[in-house]
C-alpha cells in the first residue's frame, strides 16, 4: 500500500530534551514536506525536500532541522523541544504530480512540557 | 505576500444543502490552487484543484470557482451530505516551482442529518 509512515503517533516529552519524528514514504516521491497544524492557524510549512540532500525552509523553521539522505526517509529532528512546539505534525510527500498532489502521513501529535 | 486568506472558519449545513468556503490570496505568482479535506485523526489528502486558466472545475458534487481578477476561489459542495462533514484546506502554490504550498486556515464544516 502507497503510503507516508509517521512514527510516533503521539508523543509527549520534556522541555530540552532532544527529539527526532521519523518518516518514510514508500513512493519514490521527491517531493517531502513537514508542517504542523494548530488550531486557528491551519497547516505551516516548516521544512520541505526537492530530492535528496536538497532541503529548505519552509515558513516556521525556527527549533527544528531535518535531513534528506535517503529519497524515501525524512526525519524532523527537535534539538531543544520547548512548549510552543506542542503541535500536530505532518509528514507528506509528492511526485510532483498536480492531480495527485501530496499524500499526508496520519500526524505525530506531540506535547512538549 | 504569502498568505491565503480563508472563510468561514467553521459551518453548520443541513444535509442536502450548499456548503460555500471562500478563499482568497495576493501572490499573483500562485497558479496552482488545491482543495484538502482532512477527517478527524487523519492527514488531509486532496480533494480537487484548479488552474487559472480555467474559471470552474466540478468533480462530482465538488466544485471550484476561480476568480483570477479578484484573486479569490471558492470550494462549492452540493447535497452536502453528512459524510463531508471535516475540516477543508485550501491552499495556493506556484506549480513549475518547488513545490511549496501555503495552506488556508482550514473551515470546519457539520453537514447536519
Known amino acids: 500500500e502507497a503510503q507516508v509512515t509517521q512514527n510516533p503517533r503521539y508523543l509527549i516529552t520534556v522541555t530540552g530534551k532532544k527529539l527526532t519524528v521519523t518518516c518514510s514514504q514508500n513512493m519514490n516521491h521527491e517531493y517531502m514536506s513537514w508542517y504542523r497544524q494548530d488550531p486557528g492557524l491551519g497547516l505551516r510549512q516548516i521544512y520541505y525536500?526537492?530530492?535528496?540532500?536538497?532541503?529548505d525552509k519552509g515558513d516556521v523553521p525556527e527549533g527544528y532541522k531535518v535531513s534528506r539522505k535517503e529519497k524515501r526517509n525524512f526525519p524532523l529532528i527537535l534539538e531543544s523541544p520547548s512548549p510552543n512546539q506542542t503541535s500536530l505534525y505532518f509528514c507528506?510527500?509528492?511526485?510532483?504530480?498536480?492531480?495527485?498532489?501530496?499524500?499526508f502521513g496520519s500526524g505525530t501529535r506531540l506535547t512538549v512540557v | 505576500q504569502q498568505q491565503v486568506k480563508q472563510s468561514p472558519q467553521s459551518l453548520i449545513v443541513q444535509k442536502g444543502g450548499i456548503s460555500i468556503i471562500n478563499c482568497a490570496y495576493e501572490n499573483t505568482a500562485f497558479d496552482y490552487f488545491p482543495w484538502y479535506q482532512q477527517f478527524p485523526g487523519k492527514g488531509p489528502a486532496l480533494l480537487i484543484a484548479i488552474r487559472p486558466d480555467v474559471s470552474e472545475k466540478k468533480e462530482g458534487r465538488f466544485t471550484i470557482s476561480f476568480n483570477k481578477s479578484a484573486k479569490q476561489f471558492s470550494l462549492h459542495i452540493m447535497d452536502s451530505q453528512p459524510g463531508d462533514s471535516a475540516t477543508y484546506f485550501c491552499a495556493a502554490s506556484i506549480a513549475s516551482g518547488t513545490y511549496k504550498y501555503i495552506f488556508g486556515t482550514g473551515t470546519r464544516l457539520k453537514v447536519l442529518a
Open positions: 507528506a510527500s509528492s511526485s510532483g504530480q498536480l492531480d495527485i498532489g501530496y499524500t
Open positions: 525536500s526537492m530530492n535528496v540532500e536538497v532541503t
